[in-house]
């Protein structure tokens, strides 16, 4: 019972050259005698790994370290698979995917599905519907929100806009938009709100969560859970500020493609030509808030399940809204608002 790594196995000697010229005269090392059956040569390479890729800011860490980080979980999730420990060798993969670099990347999803398809072997649970959200009042809604704050004009809503004129009226012009009724035929919008079929298809899966209030408090950190416990803690309702967590810009559909099958990108992220930046998800409980802050990008938001309060202000009053002066808050502004 092994796990077939064929881009490892093609690649791993030109990467072992890159990361000897790199520094990784102990890594190379302990890698080789994985490669060669050694478990705790293969922890050790991980560990190597890891660290490198916590020596300095992220963007300055060469990208051979994220490669030599996704050789190393490959090891480790081989041996952990052949021993029949199929949820370790799930989160090494997963640990791989989400931290590691590009090159081993068809590797690391040809592994997850053999390991994902013996962990629902040997599961062996029905699929039982778990409807978790259920639609809510908006009077009630309107009570926890600031004065007003729905009753602005401002941004229209528009049913099935067609791309040219959300180009021409939109893109353009710079103006928002809430566009109804273009996401009824995405699987997702029936799936998502089955709180089992999540946990059948991403419950055994690692992922980066925030837990706290949100990125501007003390009390905020990061944490890396499996899905069904971050799925658990939104069940709880334990969303006191202190224990709130926070599935946020993350790049879930590359990791978990079961996901990616679930959803249809708009033709809306193609107006006015260039390549798309990235696919993100956001998942929280209620009273989940992200700090007023600006992309650098356009963003189209696409609602699956719940409902979401999105306060909006106009590019002129930048200044005004007292952007932090640290380089990497820059981004995000220091007025606290009610929420």
């Keep these: 019972m092994s796990l077939e790594t064929p881009a490892l196995d093609s690649n ?9 010229e790199e520094g990784g005269y102990a890594f190379t090392s302990m890698a080789t005698r994985a490669a060669a059956g050694d478990n705790r040569a293969a922890e050790a390479s991980r560990e190597l790994a890891w660290e490198q890729l916590h020596s300095g800011p992220w963007h300055s860490v060469a990208s051979i370290w ?27 993969l997963d640990m791989g995917l989400i931290m590691g670099g590009f090159t081993l990347r068809d590797d690391l999803n040809l592994c ?16 039982k519907v778990n409807e978790w959200y259920k639609d809510f009042s908006l009077a009630e809604a ?30 353009v012009a710079g ?16 799936r998502w ?18 837990v706290g209030k949100h990125y501007l408090s003390p009390d905020w950190k990061q944490e890396l859970i499996p899905f069904s416990e971050f799925l658990d803690r939104i069940q709880s309702g334990d969303c006191s500020s202190a224990n709130t967590t926070y599935l946020a810009q993350h790049q879930l559909f590359d990791q978990i493609q079961e996901l990616k099958k679930d959803i249809v990108i708009p033709d809306y992220c ?7 930046r990235s696919i993100n998800a956001w998942f929280g409980p209620p009273g989940t808030v992200t700090p007023l802050h ?13 409902k979401k309060y999105i306060r909006l202000y106009p590019a002129s009053l930048s200044e005004e809204l007292y952007p932090h002066s640290e380089s990497m808050l820059c981004n995000s502004s220091q007025v606290v608002l009610p929420s």
């Design 12 to 20: 791993i000697s030109s990467l072992l050259q890159q990361i000897t």
């Design 294 to 306: 600006h992309d650098p990008h356009h963003n189209i938001l696409a609602q699956v399940v719940g």
């Design 112 to 127: 997850i599905g053999k390991v994902t398809a013996a962990l629902r072997a040997s599961d062996g649970e029905g699929h």
């Design 270 to 276: 193609f107006a006015g030509g260039g390549e798309m």
């Design 66 to 92: 994220r490669d030599a980080y996704s050789m190393a979980c490959l090891h480790v999730a081989k041996f952990h698979y052949a021993s029949g420990d199929f949820k370790l060798a799930l989160k090494a």
């Design 142 to 171: 309107s009570r926890s929100l600031p004065a007003k704050s729905l009753s602005s004009k401002t941004v229209g809503k528009k049913c099935r806009l067609s791309l040219e004129g959300f180009l021409l009226e939109h893109f």
């Design 175 to 190: 103006s928002p938009v809430i566009i109804s009724d273009s996401m009824n035929h995405w699987p997702a919008k029936d």
């Design 193 to 210: 709100n089955d709180i089992s079929y999540l946990k059948k298809v991403a419950g055994f899966r690692t992922i980066p969560v925030e």
